[in-house]
């Protein structure tokens, strides 16, 4: 039966332990595996202290448990190793690799699927791993795979990486208008692969020669963007409203108009949150979601009265869902009426079929405002009221937007509006009078 041995076999006073594994050959005869480890001891520590039954200091005991913790896993590798490879005694090196390999293990390239929707699983994965996927990221891209799904069932062919070009281009965009999907929607999905495929180009794998080229994306047509009106924001506080809920969506819609955040922070607002400084300024102190940036948001007399005639608290947090639901009626009940262009969720199941999960749309068409309002319009509404008020940097804070680019975006304004508000901006500037040029007539000297 094969025996490990654990030796201290140099003349220095502190050095690696070797081990010996032994055994008996067919014949009889004994034979040996000798190999260095990387566990170091001292010549004192290995012949005498872990001998000790008493008079042990915290120190030695301390190192007779990480000199064991050391060897007991190292034995069991050897053994099971021998076990498994089964060496010539002749093969004198086999220890060596074998303790070779148990230090520095050979970690096999992990290997990726060349489909793409296979793909998307290890890169959700790989993600996952690195924590570098929020869980809407997750979603979106789980939606953008199940589509791809059924794009490949509905022409029956698979993807493979590779196969990311112009032709899959003209088929993703075909299978999407004859689902009704807006141009908005294709654009992003679009760069969801593209960049999923960028991901597999760095893992190794093919990826098509137009991948990276600028003009390989699908255009955005220019979006639909509704904001409230400073006069419908006061049908809003005003109305009279027959139940609680409803009243209690109200204030939250105030309070997105008068903070702009987004729901997934305002809706965790509560009053532990705010805080004052030193002059008795009062501050809602939290970190928003998305960017994870720590916000110190002045609480405005607007929402001050809110908490005012609820006792000083915020109203009670609600669903996403149920909260849009309800701003609707709110906006109803005040008379947020107005026709005007913009994008409400339908179903476009045909007449008698039992609809699915992928059969509603955001469908343009002219509707009354108030069955246009969602979540967001609170933040756009702040962001487009307070345009060329509060400067815009201290607006970008408070949205949490990092670009200029991104935070104009928000801006709903007409561009008519925008023209008189530039106007009255440069009529403030007092111009300094220029001095008017003289003439001097000088004759010319040949004709006097």
Not at 221 to 240: M, R, T
Not at 396 to 421: C, S, W
């Amino acid at each position: 039966m094969a025996r490990v041995y654990f030796l201290y076999r140099s003349q220095k006073e502190k050095a690696a332990l070797k081990v010996r594994l032994q055994d008996k050959g067919i014949e009889g005869k004994f034979f040996q595996f000798e190999a260095n480890t990387q566990i170091h001891v001292s010549k004192e520590f290995w012949n005498t202290a872990r001998k000790k039954q008493r008079g042990l200091s915290g120190d030695d005991k301390n190192e007779i448990k990480r000199v064991n913790d050391s060897i007991e896993p190292l034995e069991e590798f050897i053994l099971k190793q021998y076990e498994k490879d089964a060496p010539n005694e002749k093969d004198k090196d086999w220890l060596k690799l074998a303790l070779k390999n148990y230090y520095s293990p050979k970690t096999e390239e992990k290997k990726y699927p060349v489909f793409l929707v296979d793909f998307i699983d290890s890169y959700l994965a790989d993600k996952k791993a690195l924590n570098e996927l929020k869980d809407n990221q997750r979603k979106r891209i789980i939606t953008t795979r199940n589509k791809l799904i059924r794009l490949e069932e509905s022409i029956s062919k698979k993807y493979k990486i590779k196969d990311i070009n112009d032709d899959f281009k003209a088929d993703y965009i075909a299978y999407s208008e004859q689902q009704q999907y807006s141009v908005n929607t294709q654009n992003k999905e679009f760069e969801r692969v593209r960049t999923i495929c960028r991901y597999a180009e760095r893992r190794g794998l093919e990826v098509s020669k137009v991948l990276n080229e600028r003009t390989f994306k699908i255009s955005k047509e220019k979006a639909i963007k509704l904001y409230l009106e400073e006069a419908e924001i006061e049908q809003i506080e005003n109305v009279k409203l027959k139940h609680d809920y409803l009243e209690n969506a109200r204030d939250w819609l105030l309070i997105s108009i008068y903070s702009g955040q987004r729901i997934s922070d305002f809706m965790r607002f509560t009053s532990s949150m705010i805080t004052k400084d030193e002059n008795n300024r009062s501050f809602i102190i939290f970190t928003q979601v998305k960017t994870a940036h720590e916000m110190f948001l002045p609480l405005r007399e607007e929402i001050k009265t809110i908490l005012d005639k609820r006792k000083g608290e915020f109203p009670r947090a609600i669903s996403d869902q149920k909260y849009n639901d309800y701003i609707k009626l709110v906006c109803k009940e005040a008379g947020i009426n107005t026709i005007c262009q913009g994008k409400k969720r339908e179903c476009i199941a045909p007449e008698g079929q039992k609809p699915t999960k992928y059969d509603y749309r955001n469908v343009i068409g002219d509707f009354e405002k108030w069955k246009l309002i969602t979540s967001h319009i609170g933040r756009r509404t702040f962001a487009t009221l307070n345009y060329g008020i509060v400067p815009t940097p201290d607006l970008m804070y408070f949205t949490g937007h990092t670009t200029e680019k991104e935070f104009l975006n928000y801006i709903v304004r007409p561009d008519y509006d925008k023209a008189k508000r530039a106007f009255d901006s440069f009529s403030k500037k007092k111009s300094k009078p220029k001095p008017i040029p003289q003439l001097n007539v000088i004759r010319n000297a040949s004709n006097q």
